[in-house]
């Protein structure tokens, strides 16, 4: 029969699994004389090709550390890879609209308890939480408290150990935190406001904000082992009706006051007056300020204690110290509204999203001072330079530097949302309405036609910027340039790769003096770098190509054809989801799609009914989908009753067009000619199928003539796995891939069935033009009006409106019935394959799999209960329906209807999909400690082999991903020769975001000695806000520099630059102090009142900036309760306390106030006789750890503050924030207590990288270090200066190694576990001996 001929039998259709193929080829050699299976046939694995995203995704989009996107399509959870531009997984568990996704943050150590993996969770408008194991595709949580719509879904991870929790917003006030591991709640605090949203404050874990309805809602007293007391601070959002540049009390005075505005105004004495107002009792309606057009809240990520505020028309940037605003990012009218904003962590920097779908990047303009209101009459007596200059007005300033092209959008794909890339925060990515995603990115280039230097807006990551000419003139606030450019003390300089916006731009607060000098000589230009797009929204009508046989196992591609309501029919390849072709074809939607071959399609469609008769104008369309080429049937056809099917021969010799009310049509399907158009009076057609039996011994005999025939014509090449050639005409690849036998010009008969309106069976054969009449079946009482036909074998099945099927056996002539009551029955077809008799029946609400010849229900889904609607359904596969749903996606599902998604490494892809969180646990920090370091190797290589403890799979997928490392990463590793800068980088590559910041600091601080204190010491007390002898740094390290010529010079290394402000406290003291300055500076030029200038007064004062201390009290209103309190404060501050007896006095006061619970009147006592080391210790005796640090950095010499720092790390460590306690370690120095406390945490690897680091940064001049051989070299000979002075540190770091040894024991590292055995000496080789025994 034709079907042993044509029909692959069972076990090579599920063989679509290259592996399974391969096993059996064998044995299928020895019995059929198959053809060899090619090695690229794809496998049709369970997957998601997602459609359009509904309005209730909107925030639903996520760009994890992790290095893949994650974002809300219905009810589906996408993952994609931004390298490949692929799916790499759909998750599609949720029953309503995903409303948030979260990747889990990678701050935690990763180590063989804490492996590389993929986390994500998923929020749903039925208040269903939903934490993925993405890799493998499956649930590991499920959490619920009520069914109303989550508000907001974030990730902790700032105090170790907490990477597990989770922190959701459940309306309409409830916080709860979820234990992931356990599914279980920590604690649950519900607020006295409806809350809309939440963030949490990056630089204090303990502080987070709620977005209310109308006000700002302030925790302080977070915690994760219990819940917090308080219901927090509100603060309202008003308007006073006061003369610009004042503030009037709507408060006690004991209560914060101050007030904000929302007009639409562009005169920056307006904008002065916006500020916060604090209290239980709201303001009156008049002076309040509308927050729920707030659309956005999010605490500043480089900037501490700044709040951003996002309006449709600007951006409010709230100081909370004072609470008011010190800036304003607005935006002309002619420009989009805001839609949100992303606040950088590496530079002060805002991406704004427009709604128009461009996004704008706004740096932050150098803070300088600006001209004072133009009511201010007073004259400022007490200015630096002793004039009588104005007052200086300071204000944080974003300048919009580049700005995308908007995108052409209508109302159904304006954008959702926009995420940043949180390792490189250059590349940024969109999901649009229509599901399709956007992916741009930040470049900087050249000014064409001027020299390409280093100019303050962009760095090539060398120390840049020329120095400032000495008669330039220097402002109040200036740093020194070449302060950003700091060198390490020797050693040649490697440029670091440019990788992320760090690497392109400069902070805002080291750009030189000499702007207008320098000009902007590049451009920053945001570019649109990828696009992906997505099914057309449904409903949809799909179709799958012809199934795998045996004859056209070298060509066949399981692709897809979906028809869309806008005419459009799309082809997919399921195997890999990836939209291979679309064509705009209809001019009306597309009714149904059919395959002459496998590279051409016939699709139809027709207008929408518009009068009495029925009458419409069809569209019949022939498609080539390899060249793309389009032929109209019927063309000029006028109205008519519409096309009801159209149905292709199983041979692709004919096609019937059969029509509502008129007779059908039959068309050669090679020639693509009519043949015949059945008389008016025939039966109109209600179901039609051909049959798959038709005269196989005609093919047989003429099988030799056929391959003589077209052996000519054909190109007998594996086509790859893309797709066939695209040179072919379209009538050579219909005709060579129609999978036809004979002779191309002969004719084999074949046979249909159909049944009309009264449900009597007819049956037909049809060879050349002419059409026989065959048997007649009565129609069965037992079915109403019948609805579709399925033919295979010698098994017919129809269906019908009422829900029964008819199983009729053409051998042994018995019908069996099968009544399935659950109403009108829309499609039946059979599943491919040789004895493969499943049969998928598609009903109003869901679809049934039954297997006909047991009478078998194999498996049912129902809808709304299981799965969303389901509009059409196919085969994609023998053993994989496939379906189109109403959400608009395409589900592959598995056989039981129950999944839609199988392991990522499992699938079959367009361009290979690797990632280090796909590797297991073992193979991915074997990968990190390679990339790191390899003292064992002559010289370091990104080349590993099975040696190094991989397999050979896992080696082909690092091979893949080494490869797709930019070319100036790679030569950076294998050119660099420190340890510490190689582990930045590969933190980087493998976005750990734990790692990253651990190195960033270790770098900075071992690379760059701890810095001298400035040399005018004296000069701090008078000097101005900033002055150049206290930030100097440049010089104070180009001196540090020129005395170490005895020192030997280590490897190359990159050049060291100040830390951003993201890392705040651990910055060295000069940056640090710099910050804080500007800080005051904006604070002393917003006229603050009461308590809050009281504040500002004494911070001026302890810090010894005397004099703007003593102008700020003395300027105060006569009116003030404090006036007299502020005169003597100004007095005392402007005398001298020389003699021994006043500071004694000072002293005792002093100590007394501080007994009496008066902390900072004391502390500022004690400051003015020069005992600030006595006031920070008075600080952390009383738990005020981080005033302590910030008085120690900017009233303490460098030595001094040395012990106060050590104390708060300590603190920090002590209070479980252990990772930042070990960087505050580093950040004095202290690499022996780092390595102690990493020792401690079972950080392991990292103590080992620690050491290796210290060792190859800072070490003596010692010949014989550097002249002896890896292995004899011993670990007394290798010590740094930093390492040597303890007796015990050989010890030490002998116990590093050995537990450094055996971690790389459990990774199955062989080479690095021999080298470090041997450095360890005896003990060494007997520890490897007793490895060697365990395995």
């Known amino acids: 029969?034709?079907?042993?001929?044509?029909?692959?039998?069972?076990?090579?259709?599920?063989?679509?699994?290259?592996?399974?193929?391969?096993?059996?080829?064998?044995?299928?050699?020895?019995?059929?004389?198959?053809?060899?299976?090619?090695?690229?046939?794809?496998?049709?694995?369970?997957?998601?090709?997602?459609?359009?995203?509904?309005?209730?995704?909107?925030?639903?989009?996520?760009?994890?550390?992790?290095?893949?996107?994650?974002?809300?399509?219905?009810?589906?959870?996408?993952?994609?890879?931004?390298?490949?531009?692929?799916?790499?997984?759909?998750?599609?568990?949720?029953?309503?609209?995903?409303?948030?996704?979260?990747?889990?943050?990678?701050?935690?150590?990763?180590?063989?308890?804490?492996?590389?993996?993929?986390?994500?969770?998923?929020?749903?408008?039925?208040?269903?939480?939903?934490?993925?194991?993405?890799?493998?595709?499956?649930?590991?949580?499920?959490?619920?408290?009520?069914?109303?719509?989550?508000?907001?879904?974030?990730?902790?991870?700032?105090?170790?150990?907490?990477?597990?929790?989770?922190?959701?917003?459940?309306?309409?006030?409830?916080?709860?935190?979820?234990?992931?591991?356990?599914?279980?709640?920590?604690?649950?605090?519900?607020?006295?406001?409806?809350?809309?949203?939440?963030?949490?404050?990056?630089?204090?874990?303990?502080?987070?904000?709620?977005?209310?309805?109308?006000?700002?809602?302030?925790?302080?007293?977070?915690?994760?082992?219990?819940?917090?007391?308080?219901?927090?601070?509100?603060?309202?959002?008003?308007?006073?009706?006061?003369?610009?540049?004042?503030?009037?009390?709507?408060?006690?005075?004991?209560?914060?006051?101050?007030?904000?505005?929302?007009?639409?105004?562009?005169?920056?004495?307006?904008?002065?007056?916006?500020?916060?107002?604090?209290?239980?009792?709201?303001?009156?309606?008049?002076?309040?300020?509308?927050?729920?057009?707030?659309?956005?809240?999010?605490?500043?990520?480089?900037?501490?204690?700044?709040?951003?505020?996002?309006?449709?028309?600007?951006?409010?940037?709230?100081?909370?110290?004072?609470?008011?605003?010190?800036?304003?990012?607005?935006?002309?009218?002619?420009?989009?509204?805001?839609?949100?904003?992303?606040?950088?962590?590496?530079?002060?920097?805002?991406?704004?999203?427009?709604?128009?779908?461009?996004?704008?990047?706004?740096?932050?303009?150098?803070?300088?001072?600006?001209?004072?209101?133009?009511?201010?009459?007073?004259?400022?007596?007490?200015?630096?330079?002793?004039?009588?200059?104005?007052?200086?007005?300071?204000?944080?300033?974003?300048?919009?530097?580049?700005?995308?092209?908007?995108?052409?959008?209508?109302?159904?794909?304006?954008?959702?949302?926009?995420?940043?890339?949180?390792?490189?925060?250059?590349?940024?990515?969109?999901?649009?309405?229509?599901?399709?995603?956007?992916?741009?990115?930040?470049?900087?280039?050249?000014?064409?036609?001027?020299?390409?230097?280093?100019?303050?807006?962009?760095?090539?990551?060398?120390?840049?910027?020329?120095?400032?000419?000495?008669?330039?003139?220097?402002?109040?606030?200036?740093?020194?340039?070449?302060?950003?450019?700091?060198?390490?003390?020797?050693?040649?300089?490697?440029?670091?790769?440019?990788?992320?916006?760090?690497?392109?731009?400069?902070?805002?607060?080291?750009?030189?003096?000499?702007?207008?000098?320098?000009?902007?000589?590049?451009?920053?230009?945001?570019?649109?770098?990828?696009?992906?797009?997505?099914?057309?929204?449904?409903?949809l009508v799909i179709r799958m190509c012809p199934p795998l046989t045996t004859r056209n196992i070298h060509q066949y591609v399981p692709r897809l054809a979906a028809g869309?309501?806008?005419?459009?029919?799309?082809?997919?390849?399921?195997?890999?989801?990836?939209?291979?072709?679309?064509?705009?074809?209809?001019?009306?939607?597309?009714?149904?799609?059919?395959?002459?071959?496998?590279?051409?399609?016939?699709?139809?469609?027709?207008?929408?009914?518009?009068?009495?008769?029925?009458?419409?104008?069809?569209?019949?369309?022939?498609?080539?989908?390899?060249?793309?080429?389009?032929?109209?049937?019927?063309?000029?056809?006028?109205?008519?009753?519409?096309?009801?099917?159209?149905?292709?021969?199983?041979?692709?010799?004919?096609?019937?067009?059969?029509?509502?009310?008129?007779?059908?049509?039959?068309?050669?399907?090679?020639?693509?000619?009519?043949?015949?158009?059945?008389?008016?009076?025939?039966?109109?057609?209600?179901?039609?199928?051909?049959?798959?039996?038709?005269?196989v011994k005609t093919r047989r005999d003429s099988e030799s003539h056929k391959v003589s025939e077209s052996e000519h014509g054909k190109n007998d090449s594996a086509v790859p796995r893309e797709a066939p050639q695209t040179d072919v005409s379209m009538t050579e690849s219909m005709l060579s891939l129609a999978d036809v036998g004979g002779d191309r010009t002969s004719i084999t008969k074949e046979t249909f069935v159909f049944t009309d309106t009264e449900g009597q069976l007819y049956h037909f054969s049809v060879e050349g033009n002419v059409i026989k009449d065959g048997t007649k079946v009565p129609p069965d009482s037992q079915m109403s009006a019948i609805t579709s036909i399925a033919w295979k074998s010698h098994e017919i099945v129809l269906s019908d409106a009422d829900g029964n099927l008819t199983v009729w056996d053409l051998k042994t002539r018995i019908s069996r019935h099968i009544a399935t009551h659950r109403g009108w029955i829309r499609k039946v077809r059979f599943a491919p394959g040789r004895d493969n008799m499943k049969l998928v029946v598609l009903f109003a609400d869901g679809i049934d799999i039954w297997d006909v010849r047991d009478v078998l229900l194999v498996s049912q889904v129902k809808s709304p209960r299981d799965i969303v609607k389901v509009v059409d359904v196919d085969w994609g596969a023998s053993d994989r329906p496939v379906l189109a749903t109403i959400d608009g996606c395409l589900r592959v599902m598995d056989m039981a209807l129950k999944s839609s998604s199988a392991p990522v490494y499992q699938y079959c892809t367009k361009e290979p999909i690797v990632s280090p969180y796909l590797l297991a646990g073992e193979a991915s920090l074997n990968l990190r400690t390679l990339m790191t370091q390899q003292p064992w190797r002559y010289r370091y290589s990104l080349s590993f082999s099975g040696e190094d403890g991989f397999t050979p799979e896992q080696l082909l997928n690092i091979e893949i991903w080494l490869s797709r490392i930019p070319g100036e990463l790679r030569e950076f590793l294998e050119t660099c020769g420190s340890t510490a800068h190689r582990a930045l980088v590969t933190a980087q590559l493998f976005g750990d975001q734990g790692e990253l910041d651990f190195w960033t600091v270790a770098c900075h601080y071992l690379t760059q000695p701890v810095l001298a204190q400035s040399r005018d010491e004296s000069s701090s007390s008078n000097s101005s806000v900033g002055s150049a002898e206290l930030i100097a740094l440049g010089d104070s390290a180009s001196e540090k520099s020129g005395g170490s010529e005895d020192v030997c010079n280590p490897p190359a290394l990159p050049p060291s630059h100040p830390l951003e402000t993201t890392y705040h406290h651990l910055c060295d003291a000069a940056t640090y102090k710099h910050h804080e300055l500007e800080r005051l500076a904006i604070h002393e030029s917003k006229n603050l009142e009461g308590a809050q200038r009281a504040t500002l007064g004494r911070c001026l004062a302890v810090i010894g900036e005397r004099d703007r201390a003593v102008r700020l009290l003395l300027d105060a209103d006569a009116s003030n309760q404090h006036f007299y309190t502020d005169c003597l404060r100004a007095c005392l501050l402007a005398a001298t306390h020389h003699s021994t007896q006043a500071q004694s006095t000072i002293k005792l006061v002093a100590t007394n106030l501080i007994a009496a619970g008066n902390i900072w009147e004391g502390v500022e006592l004690l400051c003015l006789i020069g005992k600030a080391g006595d006031a920070c210790r008075y600080l952390q005796s009383y738990g005020h750890w981080e005033q302590s640090v910030w008085l120690a950095k900017c009233a303490l010499p460098l030595q001094e503050s040395v012990d106060i720092l050590k104390r708060w790390a300590h603190h920090l460590i002590n209070s479980g924030n252990k990772d930042q306690g070990v960087c505050a370690l580093l950040s004095v120095g202290s690499v022996t207590a780092s390595l102690e406390q990493l020792v401690q945490q079972h950080y392991h690897q990292r103590a080992a990288l620690l050491l290796a680091a210290v060792q190859h940064l800072q070490a003596l001049p010692n010949p014989q270090q550097h002249h002896t051989s890896s292995s004899s070299m011993t670990i007394q000979s290798s010590f740094s200066p930093i390492l040597s002075g303890a007796a015990s540190m050989a010890s030490f770091a002998e116990n590093i190694y050995r537990k450094y040894v055996l971690h790389l024991f459990s990774l199955g590292n062989r080479p690095a576990v021999s080298y470090f055995c041997r450095l360890m000496g005896e003990k060494g080789q007997n520890l490897l001996q007793e490895l060697d025994s365990l395995q």
Request: with cysteine; proline share 7%; aromatic share 8%.
């Open 564 to 695: 869309t309501q806008s005419g459009v029919v799309q082809v997919f390849n399921i195997a890999t989801g990836v939209l291979e072709r679309e064509f705009a074809l209809h001019t009306y939607p597309v009714r149904g799609v059919e395959w002459t071959s496998l590279t051409s399609i016939l699709s139809f469609g027709h207008q929408p009914l518009t009068n009495s008769q029925g009458l419409v104008r069809n569209e019949l369309m022939y498609t080539d989908i390899l060249t793309g080429r389009t032929i109209t049937l019927r063309p000029n056809k006028s109205d008519e009753t519409s096309i009801d099917m159209v149905r292709v021969s199983y041979l692709k010799q004919y096609f019937i067009v059969v029509f509502r009310e008129d007779p059908f049509e039959l068309w050669d399907a090679r020639k693509l000619v009519p043949l015949r158009t059945m008389p008016r009076r025939f039966p109109r057609v209600s179901a039609l199928e051909w049959s798959p039996t038709s005269q």
């Open 1 to 539: 029969m034709w079907q042993e001929k044509t029909d692959v039998n069972k076990h090579t259709m599920a063989a679509v699994d290259a592996e399974k193929i391969m096993e059996e080829k064998t044995e299928a050699n020895r019995v059929s004389p198959l053809p060899q299976f090619p090695v690229h046939l794809q496998r049709v694995l369970p997957r998601t090709v997602p459609g359009p995203v509904s309005p209730q995704n909107k925030g639903a989009l996520d760009w994890g550390w992790q290095g893949f996107l994650a974002y809300g399509a219905q009810t589906t959870v996408v993952v994609v890879d931004p390298m490949t531009l692929q799916y790499a997984q759909t998750l599609s568990k949720h029953r309503s609209h995903v409303v948030k996704v979260r990747w889990r943050k990678t701050r935690h150590y990763h180590q063989l308890s804490a492996p590389y993996s993929l986390v994500l969770a998923s929020a749903d408008s039925s208040g269903t939480i939903i934490v993925w194991e993405v890799t493998r595709g499956e649930v590991t949580a499920t959490l619920q408290d009520g069914s109303r719509p989550i508000q907001e879904l974030e990730w902790l991870g700032g105090v170790d150990g907490s990477e597990h929790l989770l922190a959701a917003l459940h309306p309409p006030y409830s916080l709860i935190i979820w234990d992931t591991r356990h599914n279980s709640k920590l604690w649950k605090k519900s607020y006295t406001e409806n809350l809309t949203s939440f963030y949490f404050d990056p630089f204090h874990f303990n502080k987070m904000a709620f977005l209310c309805g109308g006000c700002v809602l302030f925790v302080e007293d977070f915690s994760l082992t219990k819940c917090p007391s308080s219901n927090g601070r509100k603060f309202y959002v008003s308007t006073p009706r006061t003369s610009p540049g004042k503030v009037v009390n709507s408060m006690p005075s004991s209560v914060s006051s101050g007030s904000l505005t929302d007009e639409r105004t562009s005169t920056r004495i307006r904008r002065k007056m916006r500020e916060l107002v604090v209290g239980e009792a709201k303001p009156k309606s008049d002076d309040l300020s509308q927050l729920a057009e707030c659309l956005q809240l999010m605490y500043h990520r480089t900037v501490r204690d700044q709040l951003l505020l996002l309006y449709s028309r600007e951006i409010l940037v709230l100081d909370l110290t004072i609470n008011q605003t010190v800036g304003i990012v607005a935006i002309d009218r002619a420009l989009s509204p805001f839609s949100q904003v992303l606040s950088c962590w590496q530079r002060d920097v805002l991406f704004c999203l427009h709604e128009s779908g461009s996004v704008s990047a706004h740096f932050r303009r150098r803070l300088l001072p600006v001209p004072s209101s133009p009511d201010t009459e007073k004259e400022n007596t007490w200015h630096a330079d002793g004039g009588g200059a104005s007052e200086q007005y300071y204000e944080v300033m974003y300048d919009r530097k580049c700005h995308s092209e908007p995108l052409r959008l209508n109302k159904q794909s304006r954008p959702i949302g926009l995420s940043l890339d949180p390792v490189s925060e250059k590349q940024m990515a969109m999901v649009l309405g229509d599901g399709r995603v956007v992916f741009k990115q930040v470049t900087a280039s050249p000014t064409p036609g001027r020299q390409s230097v280093s100019t303050p807006l962009f760095t090539p990551g060398a120390p840049s910027a020329p120095s400032v000419p000495s008669h330039a003139p220097q402002s109040g606030l200036s740093i020194a340039d070449n302060h950003f450019g700091i060198s390490s003390p020797a050693g040649v300089h490697i440029s670091m790769p440019k990788t992320s916006l760090a690497d392109m731009v400069k902070p805002a607060w080291a750009l030189a003096d000499n702007v207008k000098e320098l000009g902007h000589r590049v451009n920053l230009r945001i570019l649109m770098t990828g696009l992906m797009p997505a099914v057309s929204p449904p409903p």
